[in-house]
C-alpha cells in the first residue's frame, strides 16, 4: 500500500477508502511550510511506535511528533534527521523542551492553545544535535484526549515566510530598542537593534544563556530577581548596567514581559534603550549642582554634606578628627574695579588650583561664594595638622599670580577650627573657622588664626544673645515706630521712616540698632524683616483709610544680611498678595556699604524690587564717591545724605560747595534728596536754600509710636511741637 493510500486509511478509518478523496488541498498543505493536519484523525494504539505506522509517517516530508502526556514519544523520519539520533535523547521529553518557545505542552488535554479538536498553528524553534536553533512553525491537533495524545505536525522555517510570520519580524527589526526573546535563560530571538546596541551577531547568542554575554559579573544577581518580578506583577521595568562584545559598559532602561502564547508563559521578552546620553546630562546636572561653575571647585552644598559625613566618621573613630580651614581675600574687591570682573575670575579660578594642589586626595577644597574658600581636612590628629596646612597655603598663595599679563600678589585671612564633641553639625564647626577668620583679618590679614577657647567664649556670649533675641520676638517686644519725612518747600508730609523699637519688660522704650547687629550676627535678622514689612504694610493700609493718608510712602531699613537674603523678593511679593498694598508706597533704604560689597549682585536684587514696583533709598549718600557710581548703574528713588554731611552744610566755602554738588548730582539723574539729621531751624534754612527735596530729623519730629504717627498723618503738615 502507498503512503497516500496508509494516508487515506488513517483519515477514514473502518472504511473502504481508496476510492475516497483526500481532504481538500491536503497535497498543497503537505508541501506547503505550515501543514494543516486538522483534518487527520489517528487512533493509535497504546503502542505509539508501530512499524506500520512509522513507515507511513516517516514518509511524509514535514517534521512530525507525537505526544502523550505532554512528553514525545515519538518522531518521524524528518524530525530525527533534523534532531539528530542523539541516541534518541528526545524520548520521554517534555514537549516544550523540544520545540521552545511557542508551545506550551499539554499538561491539560484542554488548553487554549489546543482547543477540542480542530488544529492549532504555532510557532517555536528547535535546538539540533549540532546546538544550532531552527525557527519551525506548524499546527498541533488533539487525538485522544482521555489518553492526552496529540500530533505535532510542523516544517522548519527555511523557505518562504508565511505572511503573518515575515510582518513580525520586519516590526521587530525596525523597533530601534534592541530586542531579545528568551525561552527560560536561553535565546529565541535577537532584532538587529540588539547587534548594534551589544554588538553580538543574532547567531552568536542564538541558544545561549544571555547573561553570559551582555551582564556584567557585579550585575549576575539581577537575572532571578527580574524573573521573580515579572512573575509576580507581570512585567519590570528598571535602569542597569550591561556590557557589549568590546568590553564597554552601556547605560540601558530594560523592561521585561512575559512572553504569552494563547495565554501561557513561553518565555520573556526583554527591550533595551541606551540611556547613555540621558546619564551623561543627569550627571552634568548633578555636577553643576553641586560645584562651583567658576572654579569646578566643590560648592557649600557638597562641602556642608562631606564634612557632615567626616563628622559622623569622627563620632565611630575618637582617635581621628577632622578639622576646616575657612578663608576669604582681603581687598579682592580693588582688584575686580581697577582690572575688571574677568581679572578678578582668572584670580579666583587660579586660587582655587593652588588650595587644590597643597591638599591630600581625600582633602576637599571649595569655593563658598565670592572670594570666600573653605578646606575640609580629614583624618587629622591635632591642631599642629591645621597649622602645617594653613601655613603651606598662606605660603603658597603668597608668591604672585599671572593675570593677563600683570602679577597680582592676593593677601589671604584664614580662620581654622578642628571638630569636638560640641561640633554636632557642619554649620557649627564652619562659624568657629569663620570666627577665627575675621580675628586674622582685624589683625592685618595674611595670616592665619586657629579657634580657641577664648574666642569659644564670644560665640558662647552670642548664642545667649541670639537666645534672647529668639525670646524677643516670640514674645513681640519689637515695635515698628515711625519718624515723619516732610517735603522742604511746603512742609507737607511725604511719608514715614519705619524705625524698630525695643519695648523692655518694664515698659521702657529702647532703640534696636545694637540688637539688629547681633541680629544679623546670628540670621535672625531675616524673620524681623519679614515681620517688619508686613507691619509697614498693614499700618500702609490704616493710614490709608483716613483722609490724606492715601499715597504716604514708608521707608524700611534692610540690613546687608537682610537684603542679599535669597527670600528677600519673595516676601514682599507675599506681603503685596497678603496687603493688597500699592507697591510703590513701599521704599526699600540699603546703605551705601552694603552695595559696595557685590555691586553687580546688588543690581540685580534692586532690579527685582524696582520690577515688583517697590523704591529704592540709598543711605549714608556722599560718605565716600561710590554711591556716584550706584546713581548711574542702580535704579534709586530717594538719596539720603550721610549725617556728616548734613552738619558740613554748616561750614562756608568747600564743604559747603561740595554739599551742594552732590544734591545737584543726585537731582540730575532724576533721585530726590533727602537731608536726614537735621537739628535746627538753621540746618532747615540752609538745605532749602541748596534745593535740597526732603527732610526729616529730631527738628521736625523724633520716631513716633503708631497712634502719634497717626495724628501726623491726619494733619499732614509738620509742627514743632512733634518733637
Known sequence: MGVLAELKSFIYPGEDAADLPLPEGILTRMANPVVAWSEIRLNLPENSGSAHQQQILDALPVLVFLERGGKIVFANAEARHLLGSRNGAWIEKPVEEVLWGLFPGTAEPQTSLTGGMHGSPFHATIETNDGKLVSVEGIYSILNTDLREGIIVAQADGGERAPKSRLMEDVLASVPEAVAILHGANVLYTNPAFTRMFGYAAEEVSGQNLRDFIVPETRQHENAMVRDLVDQQGRAMFETVCVNKSGEFVDVAVQAAPLLVSGDKAGYVLTYRDIGGRKLVEARLQHDALHDALTGLPNRVLFNDRLSVALSRRQRRR???????????DRFKEINDTLGHAAGDMLLIAVGERLTSTLRPQDTAARLGGDEFAVLLENILNVTDLDMVASRIVHELDRPFEILGNPLYVVASIGAAVANANHLTPEMLIRDADYAMYRAKQDGGNRFEIFDRHMEVHVSTQQERERALRKMLDKHEFELWYQPIYRLANGK???????????????????????????????????????????????LLAWGE????????????????QFFHDELVMQ?????????????????????????????????????????????????????????????????????????????????????????????????????????????AEQLNVFRGLGCELVQGYFLSHALEPARATEVVERGYWALSDR
Open 572 to 680: 514682599f511679593r507675599q506681603t503685596l498678595a497678603n496687603t493688597r498694598i500699592d507697591p510703590s508706597q513701599l521704599m526699600f533704604e540699603v546703605s551705601e556699604s552694603t552695595l559696595n560689597d557685590d555691586p553687580d549682585a546688588a543690581l540685580a536684587i534692586l532690579q527685582r524690587l524696582v520690577d515688583c514696583g517697590a523704591r529704592v533709598a540709598l543711605d549714608n549718600f556722599g560718605s565716600s564717591l561710590a554711591p556716584l557710581n550706584h546713581l548711574l548703574r542702580l535704579p534709586i528713588d530717594v538719596v539720603k545724605m550721610d549725617l556728616a554731611l548734613t552738619a558740613s552744610a554748616m561750614a562756608t566755602g568747600r564743604q559747603r560747595a561740595l554739599v551742594e554738588s552732590l544734591i545737584h548730582v543726585g537731582k540730575s539723574v532724576g533721585a530726590q534728596v533727602l537731608a536726614q539729621g537735621i537739628e535746627t
Open 493 to 539: 508730609l511725604e511719608g514715614f521712616e519705619g524705625l524698630l523699637r525695643w519695648r523692655q519688660p518694664d515698659g521702657s522704650i529702647a532703640s534696636a540698632r545694637d540688637l539688629l547687629a547681633a541680629a544679623d550676627d546670628t540670621g535672625l535678622s531675616n524673620r524681623i524683616g519679614r515681620d517688619t514689612m508686613d507691619s509697614a504694610c498693614r499700618q
Open 546 to 561: 483716613i483722609p490724606g493718608g492715601q499715597g504716604l510712602t514708608l521707608t524700611v531699613n534692610l540690613t546687608h544680611r
Open 319 to 329: 582617635d581621628q578628627s577632622c578639622g576646616v580651614l575657612f578663608l576669604d581675600l
